[in-house]
């Protein structure tokens, strides 16, 4: 509905079985009341709805799973607010690949310290973004810019020794054999990998005119299903990657065709 927001570029669309689906990333506090799904059929307004939601400032111990592509453009927002207006003296960003291994420090910042947030780059290198400014006791956020495969796992929030926000990160992937420009006639196979699979996950494959032509369950065994074109099927321009959970798109990953006769 606001303009303004068009440019934030947190937002993902994608058209299956006669619905659209629109995902929303990097929820802000004004998002709530932003959306409405119109109908409309030759200029005419059929149908309206509105697609309200509730945003909460405050995740203390709370826990939910984000979901990114590691393509160029992908960023994880790591947010952590504390509540009560206390101020926190300590704050730190914690990740392991997987919960059972030792957690890693990747950020963290001191109120007794006159210097900017501290970046731990060893694992994520010159990917890990700050804001720049001094911590506040209140609120530390960063950013992960952009996302690869490899960030997968789990983060978390620490304001001293209270544990604030855990996120499940997965991420997917696209890969091309062959990976270069091919010739009009030539067979691609495309592979979707998933980083880890919790609960009901399924990867199913969208044609360029938005038509299923591969769908698959996921397992922990099971997680990387490919999807061969023929040469018939060569110039419909692209093909998509959408990851289910819950029956849910939470994720879609482009593949474009590259035709080295063009």
């Not at 945003?55 to 393509?71: H, I, W």
Request: net charge neutral.
């Amino acid at each position: 509905m606001d303009s303004s927001q068009q440019n934030r570029g947190n937002t993902d669309q994608i058209r299956l079985d006669n619905t659209v689906y629109l995902m929303v990333q990097h929820v802000t506090l004004e998002d709530g009341n932003l959306y409405v799904c119109e109908v409309r059929e030759n200029g005419n307004i059929l149908h309206t709805s509105n697609g309200d939601f509730t945003v909460d400032k405050y995740l203390s111990y709370g826990g939910y799973t984000l979901y990114r592509s590691s393509t160029g453009h992908s960023e994880l927002h790591l947010v952590c607010s504390g509540s009560n207006g206390r101020n926190y003296s300590r704050a730190q960003w914690t990740w392991t690949p997987h919960r059972h291994q030792q957690w890693k420090v990747i950020a963290s910042a001191a109120r007794s310290q006159p210097i900017i947030i501290n970046v731990n780059g060893t694992n994520f290198v010159n990917r890990l973004v700050t804001s720049g400014k001094l911590y506040d006791g209140k609120d530390f956020n960063v950013r992960i810019v952009p996302v690869v495969f490899q960030d997968a796992g789990v983060y978390t929030c620490f304001l001293e020794q209270n544990r604030f926000p855990t996120i499940d990160l997965i991420t997917v992937k696209v890969t091309a054999e062959p990976s270069d420009a091919v010739t009009e006639g030539d067979n691609v196979t495309l592979t979707c990998s998933v980083s880890h699979v919790i609960g009901s996950m399924r990867l199913v494959w969208i044609n360029g005119d938005g038509k299923r032509v591969g769908e698959k369950a996921l397992t922990e065994e099971e997680k990387s299903p490919s999807l061969v074109i023929q040469k018939a099927e060569r110039g419909r321009g692209n093909w998509r990657c959408v990851l289910f959970d819950q029956d849910l798109p939470r994720l879609f990953v482009p593949y474009y065709q590259k035709d080295s006769s063009k």
